[in-house]
């Protein structure tokens, strides 16, 4: 493999430290060198110092002239609902005459719409939507990505869902994390009452989940934790039978209403507990007092029109882990535009640049297990980088919606390629 010389950045924001999410006020340190080299070897940071010194060591190496650009990690979006069929565009004029998010899933909008068209569809029709769909995120600025399954419901869809997407691992450049989400939602066939519910509570943990588990395909197991969907009994009964069968644990917690979800996710040592719109005070000292991410998806309440967020600052300031993510998803987040949510954190959460940043990398990555691998530029550590047309990190939030990345590499591969300006 090609070594690799990352020169004439205006800024290298390594985000580096420990191979651990960020908690606090270690959020607010984000390690900007001037004047700084990055070598890549073997697809992993090598040396990162400065250029006069790191050069003469790296002559043969590919060198790539950053022309006064920021370089920094590759961006880890640790939530995403990526594979799916056709968008849900006439939900957000509904949501405009003021039928809320409830109401239209009653009405058999919402997930149950994109159920039934995920289960008219091939896998060959997915892959193909999806193939273009991560190539988009990539362009953006990410090079990890997580995606969960949750539009299948059924063994069959589910398990269509995690195969695309073990598909879209082996053949995209970034690197793709693939989560178990069949309790996305409750089959409208098995609402009629509480024996058809606990039917579908049955199927789940002894048929779809050993299934999912057995073939290797998913690392995480996730549950839409909400009221009107799973209960907290009904959450931690799935999430421990995942946890048995080798699965992380992850919760969508508290998005719409406060149920304890990010309580439970604390107390079972889920690796991220996300949403969390409506998360109370015990759900922020249990998080604060926990190794769990909390997960923060401002694009998605911005797009349903609410006007609370997640409390982002008694969160970071209770001394808990905040990521950033997408939640890229055809009806609640249908954004690829992950520096957005950079500054969603900003101009919304009021999180501070060097928060934001920290949250779209390291804290992203350890949302994923992956803090000891992605996130960072530090020797040892993968070569997940991204390559803004800016000249300060202050600027990523700042030009709101702007497409910035020039490029991107994951291990040392292009992502989103740079070629025109290797020299």
Same mark, same amino acid.
């Given at each position: 493999m090609?070594?690799? =010389?990352?020169?004439?950045?205006?800024?290298? /924001?390594?985000? &580096?430290?420990?191979?651990?999410?960020?908690? !606090?006020?270690?959020?607010?340190?984000?390690?900007?060198?001037?004047?700084?080299?990055?070598?890549?070897? #073997?697809?992993?940071?090598?040396v990162?110092?400065?250029?006069?010194? /790191?050069?003469?060591?790296?002559?043969?190496?590919?060198?790539? %002239?950053?022309k006064?650009?920021?370089?920094?990690?590759?961006?880890?979006?640790?939530?995403?609902?990526?594979?799916?069929?056709?968008?849900?565009? +006439?939900?957000?004029?509904?949501?405009? +005459?003021?039928?809320?998010?409830? #109401?239209?899933?009653?009405?058999?909008g919402? @997930?149950?719409?994109?159920?039934?068209?995920?289960?008219?569809?091939?896998?060959?029709?997915? =892959?193909?939507?999806?193939?273009?769909?991560?190539?988009?995120?990539?362009?953006?600025?990410?090079?990890?990505?997580e995606?969960?399954?949750?539009?299948?419901?059924?063994?069959?869809?589910?398990?269509?869902?995690?195969?695309?997407? %073990?598909?879209?691992?082996?053949?995209?450049? =970034?690197? @793709?994390?693939?989560?178990?989400?069949?309790?996305?939602?409750i089959?409208?066939?098995?609402?009629?009452?509480?024996?058809?519910?606990a039917?579908h509570?049955?199927?789940?943990?002894?048929?779809?989940?050993?299934?999912?588990?057995?073939?290797?395909? &998913?690392?995480?197991?996730?549950?839409?934790?909400?009221?009107?969907?799973?209960?907290?009994?009904?959450?931690?009964? @799935?999430?421990?039978?995942?946890?048995?069968?080798?699965?992380?644990?992850?919760?969508?917690?508290?998005?719409?209403?406060?149920?304890?979800?990010?309580?439970?996710?604390?107390?079972?040592?889920?690796?991220?507990? %996300?949403?969390?719109?409506?998360?109370?005070?015990?759900?922020?000292?249990?998080?604060?007092?926990?190794?769990?991410?909390?997960?923060?998806?401002?694009?998605?309440?911005?797009?349903?029109?609410?006007?609370?967020?997640?409390?982002?600052?008694? =969160?970071?300031?209770?001394?808990?882990?905040?990521?950033?993510?997408?939640?890229?998803?055809?009806?609640?987040?249908?954004?690829?535009?992950?520096?957005?949510?950079?500054?969603?954190? /900003?101009?919304?959460?009021?999180?501070?640049?060097?928060?934001?940043?920290?949250?779209?990398?390291?804290?992203?990555?350890?949302?994923? !297990?992956?803090?000891?691998?992605?996130?960072?530029? &530090?020797?040892?550590?993968?070569?997940?980088?991204?390559?803004?047309?800016?000249?300060? @990190?202050? #600027?990523?939030?700042?030009?709101?919606?702007?497409?910035?990345?020039?490029?991107?590499?994951r291990?040392?591969?292009?992502?989103?390629?740079? #070629?025109?300006?290797?020299?």
């Amino acid at each position: 493999m090609t070594d690799l =010389l990352f020169v004439n950045a205006s800024q290298v /924001v390594t985000c &580096a430290g420990p191979a651990r999410a960020r908690k !606090g006020a270690e959020m607010r340190d984000i390690g900007i060198l001037t004047g700084a080299a990055v070598a890549v070897s #073997e697809g992993r940071v090598a040396v990162i110092g400065a250029e006069r010194h /790191v050069a003469p060591a790296y002559e043969g190496a590919t060198r790539i %002239d950053c022309k006064g650009r920021v370089l920094m990690p590759g961006l880890v979006d640790s939530h995403t609902h990526a594979v799916f069929g056709r968008p849900r565009f +006439e939900e957000h004029e509904l949501r405009a +005459e003021g039928h809320d998010y409830m #109401e239209i899933a009653k009405r058999g909008g919402g @997930i149950h719409s994109s159920v039934r068209d995920f289960h008219s569809r091939s896998a060959e029709d997915l =892959l193909a939507l999806s193939t273009a769909r991560v190539a988009t995120l990539a362009s953006y600025g990410t090079t990890t990505l997580e995606i969960k399954s949750g539009y299948g419901l059924s063994l069959e869809d589910e398990l269509k869902a995690l195969r695309v997407v %073990d598909r879209l691992r082996q053949a995209s450049p =970034l690197r @793709i994390v693939a989560t178990w989400l069949g309790a996305h939602e409750i089959p409208l066939e098995r609402r009629a009452s509480e024996a058809t519910r606990a039917e579908h509570m049955g199927d789940l943990i002894s048929t779809i989940l050993p299934a999912v588990a057995g073939q290797g395909i &998913a690392t995480f197991a996730d549950v839409f934790c909400e009221p009107g969907v799973f209960t907290i009994d009904e959450t931690r009964r @799935i999430l421990e039978a995942s946890r048995r069968a080798g699965l992380g644990l992850k919760l969508h917690a508290d998005e719409l209403a406060t149920s304890g979800g990010a309580e439970l996710a604390a107390s079972l040592g889920a690796a991220s507990a %996300d949403h969390l719109a409506a998360v109370s005070d015990a759900g922020v000292a249990a998080l604060a007092a926990s190794d769990t991410v909390a997960t923060l998806l401002p694009g998605t309440m911005l797009f349903l029109g609410k006007s609370r967020q997640a409390p982002a600052r008694a =969160l970071i300031d209770g001394g808990a882990a905040v990521a950033l993510a997408t939640d890229y998803n055809p009806g609640t987040s249908p954004t690829v535009n992950f520096p957005l949510m950079l500054t969603l954190g /900003v101009s919304q959460l009021r999180m501070t640049v060097a928060e934001v940043v920290n949250a779209a990398t390291v804290n992203g990555a350890a949302a994923l !297990g992956l803090a000891g691998e992605t996130g960072q530029i &530090a020797p040892g550590f993968a070569a997940d980088l991204a390559l803004f047309d800016i000249g300060d @990190i202050r #600027e990523l939030p700042y030009w709101y919606g702007a497409k910035l990345c020039v490029g991107s590499w994951r291990a040392g591969r292009p992502c989103h390629p740079y #070629e025109p300006e290797l020299s």
